[in-house]
């Protein structure tokens, strides 16, 4: 369980082309008291009964590491007696690569920080520059390296369809990512937010979004590729906010609302594919198996999934029934009196039947 407290852009040392944060963190005040503080903390734990796993509070928003030390102190002062307490076990900070130093880590541990993610964005230079992130992929992977040194969780955001970005960037920067292995990834498209620079490199014909269907392509080939290494990807897409769905706030680009799902529909409908091209004994018994997880997204956007299956098959209807002993990021079928299952990266077991 994760409780946001947000910095809104508190630290930052330069203002980052594609950045509005009034629209994708809300329209929050500037500083945090102690009452807010208490109150948003205290009514997130008291949704406790309906969550499982460690809590947190997580600073967002901001680069924490930039702000004054003695900001620093007072805010992590705010989280001490829920620590101390026992109701919270740790403390989440964001923060940026070139935020990062050794004495800053030591102090952050001291006050109970576990976790620092990483705004590194990607592991192009030539993307973050035209981006106006302030730092090249060498300083984000030393940061990391600080940070594992000294046992943090670590995470990274990653976002695609940034300016500069050429064919293949987006997707050697979640290799360059698999490589480092932090411990949580959080992806998102690059959307044209209104009163950004990028807004602007938009109308005057300097910038391109990526489609949906494009951004949609690259997330699942990002997810499948995370996942086969094991590294949790927490988050797709940008979290929606009652200002970003205002009209006007989003100029262009893939915004959806339920992008994950989106991704994720799209990942089982490629693993579906796999397994019929494997179960070459007909539709005898046909019936897929679902992690309840992903149950929702199995079908596809207005029922899409279930509609190119059928038309595949000759079927009128697709069986389908979740299975809680699949893990997420699988899927099973049943057909011509065998059992197969697949994971994200194609990969076949027959689990009985006739070899």
Known sequence: MIIPIFLMNRGFPNRCCFCNERLTAGDLPERIEQDDFEAAVRSHLGTRKRKKGPVQIAFYGGTFTALAEGEQRRLLELAAPFLASGAVESIR??????????????????????????????????????????????????????????????????????????PGSFLRTIDRTVEIRPDTVRIHPTLVLRD???????????????????????????????????????????????????????????????????VVSSLLMEMASILLDAASDGTEGLRFSVPPADLDAFPGPGRRNLAALGERLGLPEIPFAPDPSLPRGTLGLTAGGRTFRTDCTGRITVLDGRG
């Open 196 to 262: 950004t620079p990028l807004a602007e490199a938009f109308r005057n014909g300097r910038y391109a979004p990526l489609s949906l269907e494009a951004a949609i392509e690259q997330c699942r080939e990002a997810l499948k590729r995370l996942t086969a290494a094991g590294i949790s990807v927490i988050r797709l897409g940008l979290q929606t906010t009652r200002e970003l769905e205002q009209e006007g706030a989003v100029v262009a680009g893939p915004f959806h609302p339920a992008f994950r799902s989106l």
């Open 93 to 166: 900070i964001s923060t940026r690569p070139d935020g990062i130093d050794p004495e800053g880590l030591d102090f952050l541990a001291a006050c109970g920080v576990r976790t620092v993610e990483l705004g590194v964005q990607s592991f192009d230079d030539e993307v973050l520059k035209a981006s106006g992130r302030g730092y090249d992929a060498a300083r984000a992977v030393e940061a990391l390296g600080l940070l594992k040194a000294r046992g943090f969780e670590t995470g990274i955001h990653l976002m695609l369809g940034l300016p500069g970005e050429g």
